[in-house]
């Protein structure tokens, strides 16, 4: 049984995959249940045996892409290193995984930004990006608490950290950077560093 | 009082350096209850209640063997030096040393006593029973035991309810055992948090805040300091004058029967680092916690938005 399920699993994961780069090409309604499932050699038939429908698999993809950035910010958080170090180490670690794999930033700007009736039922609020919230949460708290950081609220915070990075990858989407992104890391993080530090 | 009553057990309570708060909360018993207690328990002698014998005489009594000791209760903080706390002419540090074998039990009642609370922070000879702030120890040591095989037993709070001490005092008395926790305190009270039977629990659910004291709407949580979940006490079980409690009244709970109660500074405020609570309700990680709000906070219950009154 417990096989069954991680093979389950494991096909689940392999369309999210196939369907996350077909969203963030074609976008949400160019994309069919019937090409994901050609694109991934399945019966459409099947398909459903994983996802009810493909407003279930857009939201599933979203908790899915959220909850590996979110353990990328986790791992980052536990580190034994300075919060400035922790901020340049974040912004560094988000852009190559912009470049890894930029379905998934295409997926978060062209698909559930662009699309928000698709989400508004089972992906209010944070539901489907809890992940990344929280874990940013818990970054921004311990920096706060060890004092390196000033004290706010959480959302000018939050922006200020998620909005250069936005900001970035939007900008290499529209093929208007000179240099690589990966490039403007260290000023990016340095930046956001400067506007959170206390003092 | 009358001075000694045949055939029931013998209560002598003393005081350190107290306020007497826990004198007062103990004789706001509830009529049933006293009822009980005085049938069951001779009060040999206490500092507020009028007896025809003075603590010298009873002190002289006991330490002759002419009378038996039972419990003896503790109130207020004492010091490990001598000639510091004084209760009735006599030097606290003298009356202890006397009497820790003699009784039966020993009940500190209230966090000065439990704990050494405020009076400790001002003198590093001053400390609770068995205990200094969370450090076991105290005046007695770590391992002291009394003659029954019990150690301090805690009854804390700034006060402690007065059913928490009688209670506890019947049981004993009644010959049941009694279960303590890791600070030596009855489980059958310190089981509970502050917010267990609580009537705000619904807005706690649903992350509605209150906003200012006094209110009958909002949970106190959030904004206002309560420490509700934090706090091992049954004061939403067991009614202040049978009728009340902090939270009831729109009072955030201040954490009174822990041992940093007097360590906080700001007592009507939940202190947050970027918007993130520092301390998160006992026996959930902060990441599940935080989780949780956020999914809680995305929806909203129509009802929680509105004045009680005027709910359907």
């Not at chain 2, 038996?68 to 010091?79: I, K, P, R």
């Amino acid at each position: 049984m417990l096989i069954r399920k991680r093979l389950k699993e494991k096909k689940k994961e392999e369309i999210v995959n196939v369907a996350l780069k077909l969203f963030a090409e074609k976008g949400f309604y160019n994309t069919t249940i019937p090409d994901i499932a050609e694109a991934l050699g399945m019966s459409v038939g099947n398909f459903y045996n994983y996802f009810e429908s493909k407003e279930e698999l857009a939201k599933y993809i979203m908790q899915y892409s959220s909850n590996i950035l979110g353990e990328e910010i986790r791992k980052i958080s536990e580190m034994d290193i300075s919060t400035r170090e922790k901020i340049l180490l974040l912004v560094r670690r988000f852009i190559e995984i912009a470049e890894e794999k930029p379905e998934l930033i295409d997926y978060f700007l062209r698909v559930f930004l662009s699309n928000r009736e698709v989400f508004k039922e089972g992906c209010e609020g944070f539901l489907c990006v809890s992940s990344v919230v929280t874990e940013l949460m818990l970054f921004l708290e311990e920096g706060a608490k060890k004092g390196d950081l000033r004290q706010q609220d959480f959302f000018p915070a939050f922006v200020t950290v998620m909005g250069p990075l936005g900001g970035i990858v939007f900008l290499k989407g529209e093929n208007v950077l000179p240099k690589r992104p990966i490039e403007y890391a260290e000023d990016i993080g340095e930046n956001i560093w400067r506007a959170l530090k206390k003092d | 009082m009358e001075s000694i009553k045949k055939g029931l057990k013998n209560l002598v309570w003393i005081q350190g350096l107290t306020c007497n708060g826990n004198s007062h909360s103990f004789l706001s018993i509830n009529d049933t209850l006293l009822d009980t207690f005085l049938s069951n328990i001779n009060i040999l002698y206490h500092p507020i209640l009028t007896s025809e014998i003075e603590f010298k005489d009873v002190y002289k009594r006991i330490l002759s063997g002419k009378e038996s000791l039972n419990f003896l209760v503790v109130e207020g903080a004492v010091s490990n030096k001598k000639n510091e706390v004084f209760f009735q002419g006599f030097d606290v540090f003298e009356i202890l040393n006397n009497l820790k074998d003699k009784s039966d039990y020993i009940l500190a009642v209230g966090n000065c006593a439990c704990y050494g609370n405020f009076p400790a922070l001002y003198n590093e000879n001053v400390n609770g029973l068995q205990y200094r702030f969370k450090d076991k120890g105290g005046f007695l040591g770590e391992s002291f035991k009394t003659k029954s095989g019990y150690q301090i037993i805690n009854i804390t709070g700034c006060p402690a309810h007065p059913e928490w001490i009688v209670r506890t005092i019947l049981s004993l008395d009644f010959g049941y055992d009694i279960n303590l926790d890791n600070f030596n305190r009855p489980k059958d009270f310190y089981m509970y948090l502050a917010h267990d039977g609580c009537i705000r629990n619904e807005y706690f659910e649903w992350k509605v805040e209150a906003h200012e004291f006094g209110t009958k709407e909002g949970c106190l949580f959030y904004e206002l300091g309560c420490r509700g979940p934090l706090t091992h006490s049954p004061c939403n079980k067991i009614l202040w004058n049978e009728k009340s409690s902090k939270t009831r009244s729109g009072m955030p709970c201040i954490g009174c029967t822990e041992f940093d109660f007097p360590l906080r500074s700001k007592y009507f405020e939940t202190k947050t680092n970027i918007g993130i609570p520092e301390e998160v309700p006992l026996g959930v990680t902060k990441r599940a916690y935080i989780m949780l709000t956020g999914v809680a906070k995305t929806f909203t219950n129509q009802r929680l938005n509105k004045k009680l009154e005027d709910t359907d």
